[in-house]
């Protein structure tokens, strides 16, 4: 069975441009993540998604960023305009719902900005 | 202060040898996991563990709960063991993440 898939593996783009990230979490996980790592850092959470729902955006910085999960499946994040301090890899992990599930990651999105 | 805490940050090792990679966490969970990140790739879960010792081939995780500390060794390393290893937490429906361990294993 594939694991989650994520798209596309590698983005540079300039300063000020708009950009997509895509994801597709294993088959009958309800529950979908996407993190930001910056260099020499752990995964930093940005949004959670129960089904189609995003009960946890607290991290989400919302004037540029932001996701969707149309009929709790796929999942896109969106940066628009994309920011120098952007440049980080972006990751999307999903799991089955509850409290100690565990959490299957994707390659990730490794972003420059430029 | 993070609430994981990983040491060392950076660790390099000769081939064969017994590596131990700590960790340390400030807050109530229920459980932990270990991860493995290579360059360029994912990440994947190597433990996930709520109390005593697991093992898997050349890889065991502790965990004491009372004091609140991890450990993960590989025995007989191997260069291809090369990798970054990730601490992280369940605190509550939340995962939260150490900073993570470079490890480089020569031959």
């Known amino acids: 069975e594939a694991g989650v898939v994520q798209s596309p593996r590698y983005k540079i783009i300039e300063k000020k441009q708009p950009v997509a990230f895509w994801c597709n979490p294993i088959?009958?996980?309800?529950?979908l993540y996407w993190y930001r790592q910056n260099l020499g850092q752990g995964p930093e959470l940005l949004i959670r998604?129960?089904?189609?729902?995003?009960?946890?955006d607290s991290q989400l910085p919302k004037d540029r960023f932001s996701a969707e999960r149309l009929k709790g499946v796929d999942s896109t994040l969106k940066i628009q305009p994309a920011e120098l301090g952007d440049s980080a890899v972006y990751l999307c992990?999903?799991?089955?719902?509850?409290?100690?599930?565990?959490?299957?990651f994707g390659q990730g999105t490794r972003l420059t900005v430029v | 202060k993070n609430e994981v805490e990983q040491s060392p940050q950076n660790l390099t090792a000769q081939e064969g040898e017994f590596i131990t990679i700590n960790c340390s966490y400030s807050?109530?969970?229920?459980?932990l996991h270990w991860l493995q990140q290579h360059p360029g790739g994912g990440i994947v879960s190597l433990f996930m563990?709520?109390?005593g010792k697991k093992k898997h081939g050349r890889l065991i995780a502790t965990i004491n709960i009372q004091e609140k500390h991890s450990s993960l060794h590989i025995t007989a390393s191997h260069p291809r063991d090369s990798a970054v290893y990730i601490c992280?937490?369940?605190?509550?429906?939340?995962?939260?993440f150490g900073a993570g361990t470079i490890l480089r294993v020569k031959s």
């Open positions: 992990a999903s799991s089955l719902t509850g409290v100690n599930t565990e959490a299957f």
């Open positions: 088959s009958g996980h309800n529950t």
């Open positions: 998604y129960e089904n189609e729902e995003a009960v946890d």
């Open positions: 807050v109530g969970i229920s459980a």
């Open positions: 563990l709520s109390s």
């Open positions: 992280a937490v369940n605190k509550g429906n939340k995962l939260v």
